[in-house]
């Protein structure tokens, strides 16, 4: 069994078709089907089921992919491990980060890491911050950067507080509460509200203070991605609840300050486990642990 013929047979499972597989591969698709049909002899089962219009994987498939996976994880993670060794990161970088982070100016910070690393492969996943964790957790990211209420708790993974800040209401030029230089959260209680979806982590933050205050909201508008809510708010659909820093970035909208809003927290949330030197050299760029020897 040979890691190029793990390399194959993942290839086919993600494009499901030998043809894009061998372009992926950069392979006479002749040669790659060659490859797989040894390793399925070789294991004595077929990992998939080809017909003239599909090709899908066998429940022999499906119990070899993960192990296959992990394989070629390993493999390069002990070609980056050496690279290291002699003075040079090389590997994967998978970094995770909510659409609102502003604690750090993460396009500066993958571009100054690439400037300083060019052999490291870097791939940034947006997504909610409770899925974030679970990625950190279970080795799906080596670092992630989080948005949560104060009382959020982590596990399974090492967490340092980035920054801590209040929510706005944001809303557009012409709504009435734009001339407003502060409100309270009983004042925009009634208003039309667009929000993430409820059970969110982004959700809460704005829900835990409402309660606190004891009232009760209605969100009208549900969306996952904060370009949608921008958009929304601009064309006067509703009103927001947003981190003021983030908000300030946002153009041809007001911001409005809540005496008892929101709180948010930033957080930067990384494996327990020892990172890779790609994410050790990623964490020592933000001021946290110590780059790898050189």
């Not at 996976?69 to 390069?76: I, P, S, T």
């Not at 050790?280 to 933000?286: K, P, V």
């Amino acid at each position: 069994m040979e890691l190029q013929q793990m390399r194959y047979v993942l290839a086919v499972a993600e494009t499901a078709n030998f043809t894009r597989a061998a372009e992926r591969c950069h392979v006479v698709q002749s040669a790659l089907s060659h490859q797989v049909s040894r390793l399925e002899k070789e294991l004595g089962a077929r990992l998939f089921e080809r017909t003239s219009r599909r090709v899908r994987l066998t429940a022999a498939g499906e119990a070899f992919l993960p192990a296959a996976r992990q394989a070629l994880e390993a493999a390069e993670r002990a070609r980056a491990e050496v690279a290291a060794a002699t003075g040079e990161i090389r590997g994967t970088l998978v970094i995770g980060s909510i659409p609102t982070v502003t604690a750090v100016d993460l396009a500066a910070v993958l571009r100054d890491y690439r400037l300083r690393y060019p052999q490291v492969r870097i791939s940034l996943r947006t997504g909610a911050s409770e899925r974030l964790v679970e990625q950190v957790r279970d080795g799906g990211l080596d670092a992630a950067f989080l948005g949560v209420q104060p009382g959020f708790r982590t596990q399974g993974v090492h967490d340092l507080e980035l920054a801590h800040g209040q929510h706005v209401a944001v809303v557009a030029p012409d709504h009435p509460l734009a001339a407003e230089h502060e409100v309270d959260l009983s004042r925009i209680v009634d208003e039309v509200f667009v929000d993430f979806a409820a059970g969110s982590a982004a959700r809460a933050q704005s829900d835990e203070a409402f309660a606190a205050a004891g009232l009760r909201r209605e969100v009208a508008f549900e969306v996952s991605g904060v370009e949608l809510m921008a958009r929304m708010v601009r064309h006067g659909l509703g009103i927001a609840l947003l981190p003021a820093a983030f908000a300030a970035e946002l153009p041809g909208m007001r911001g409005v300050p809540v005496t008892n809003g929101p709180v948010r927290v930033e957080r930067l949330v990384w494996s327990r486990f020892t990172p890779s030197p790609a994410a050790a050299a990623f964490l020592a760029l933000l001021g946290v642990g110590t780059p790898p020897a050189a």
